[in-house]
């Protein structure tokens, strides 16, 4: 079960400027909205890498490593908490036996919750690596991958 599968947005007619100033013209990514939550669609080419948090750190820390960091989340689903590490795919998804049992690729549609600073306690997501307007690129996918099943 994807993250979209768990948590679903609603179409709203509001303007959101803030968000969609930071997120949809900084970064050139499409979002949803349900109520006050911002969902990025991964799409255009983004896709993200999740799994379980506890993984999380050490990961992202061999990402920092080889200089390919880039925006990530701690994302609460139904599965627990997990890691979301946004990148970039060329078209290719590795097949789902490929990967190691607890990673997923999500991508094409998949709707994945954003951080708000809202403070609420209720928040959905949070930045462990936050997005940079002077680094706008994202990691590649087999950057990311490579990372998570290291030599």
């Known amino acids: ?21 930071f997120y949809g013209r ?28 506890i993984n999380g750190a050490e990961v992202l820390g061999r990402l920092a490593d080889t200089g390919c960091g880039g925006p990530a989340m701690a994302v609460l689903t139904q599965q627990g908490p997990r890691v979301a590490i946004l990148a970039e795919t060329d078209g290719l998804l590795p097949s789902r036996d490929t990967l ?10 998949t709707l994945l919750p954003l951080p708000v600073d809202s403070g609420r306690a209720e928040a959905h997501a949070e930045w462990l690596s936050a997005p940079d307007p002077r680094q706008r690129w994202l990691p590649s996918l087999d950057a990311v991958l490579a990372s998570v099943r290291p030599r």
């Open 100 to 109: 190691p049992q607890h990673v997923e690729v999500l991508a094409w549609g």
């Open 1 to 21: 079960m994807s993250l979209d599968h768990q948590v679903l947005p609603v179409e709203s007619r509001s303007i959101r400027p803030r968000g969609d100033a």
């Open 26 to 53: 900084l970064f050139g990514w499409s979002l949803k909205w349900r109520g006050p939550q911002p969902f990025l669609v991964l799409e255009g080419g983004i896709c993200a890498v999740t799994l379980p948090k």
